[in-house]
């Protein structure tokens, strides 16, 4: 009896372990549309399924602090965060950065305008421009553009219209900029330089005035406990990518890489402390 029940036991708990890996749940900060979003993970999603060898499923959220609540309750397995989304999971729970972009070392935010009279960060100072950031989680589109801001004597709060208005994302932000509901904004480099090679926005019309230093960015973050040879697995996949492959070039181009390198807690740091410094995080 006693051999039967350990027997049964292993027999469970193998069971177990095969369901909880069957399906690896993938989410994102909704830092675009959500119909951009599922573009760019449906080659990805393939391809990490035929790597893995178990199926893939893409997770969206309503807003950057659900992929933080969902990571930390164990409900994804996989995120693609921005730095400063990755030190907020990083304090609630559990995480690893596996692989970042080799782009994301060296990250940037652009400052967009269509008003002829903001040429600099200077321009903004009590003029009672209206200003938009992304979202109020985001990295490049909220913390590293209010940091710099703040770091030129300019208080955002007070030097403004009003107080910055927040667009959620940062496609959004260069719509509200030329539309001309924002007199200027922030965003993500990537998204800018994409959304200009796309022609959805007229460089002529929306400009660039200022680009701000680099910083580190978005990672893609496993919860700690993930088992370790999925993250092994998952981790050599993203690093496998090579542009030079066809079959890898269409991933690595919606993810806008030029390739995937590893990543670590230490190099979002100084967001961390540029977070604090600008009173987003205690």
């Known amino acids: 009896m006693k051999l039967r029940s350990i027997a049964l036991v292993a027999s469970l708990l193998v069971t177990g372990f095969c369901q909880a890996e069957e399906v690896l ?13 599922q573009r760019k993970f449906s080659p990805l999603g393939k391809y990490l399924e035929a790597e893995l060898g178990i199926k893939v499923q893409f997770v969206p959220v309503t807003d950057y602090a659900a992929v933080v609540e969902a990571l930390a309750g164990k409900r994804i397995d996989l995120a693609w965060l921005g730095g400063f989304t990755f030190v907020q999971a990083n304090k609630r729970g559990k995480v690893t950065p596996l692989v970042q972009r080799e782009e994301d070392a060296h990250f940037t935010s652009k400052f967009i305008t269509a008003n002829s009279s903001i ?14 950031f992304g979202s109020a989680s985001s990295t490049s589109g909220h913390l590293m553009p209010r940091y710099f801001i703040e770091s030129k004597g300019i208080d955002p709060d007070k030097d403004f219209k009003g107080l910055p208005a927040y667009s959620g994302t940062h496609d959004a932000t260069v719509a509200w900029v030329a539309s001309g509901k924002v007199d200027a904004g922030a965003l993500n480099a990537s998204v800018w330089d ?32 993930l088992d370790a040879s999925v993250a092994a ?18 991933v690595l181009d919606l993810q ?13 740091k100084a967001i961390e402390a540029s977070a604090k410094k600008v009173d987003l995080i205690k």
């Open 194 to 225: 994409k959304l200009v090679e796309q022609k959805k926005v007229d460089p002529s019309k929306v400009r660039v005035f200022y680009t701000t230093p680099p910083f580190f960015d978005y990672n893609w973050t496993i919860r700690a406990d």
């Open 119 to 132: 040429n600099s960060l200077n321009d903004l100072r009590g003029k009672a421009f209206a200003f938009a």
């Open 256 to 268: 806008r890489a030029s390739r995937f390198i590893p990543t670590s807690a230490e190099n979002y």
């Open 25 to 37: 749940r993938v989410s994102a900060i909704p830092d675009e549309s959500p119909t951009e979003l």
């Open 233 to 250: 697995r998952l981790k050599a996949a993203f690093l496998k990518l090579d542009a030079k492959n066809p079959a890898h070039k269409e």
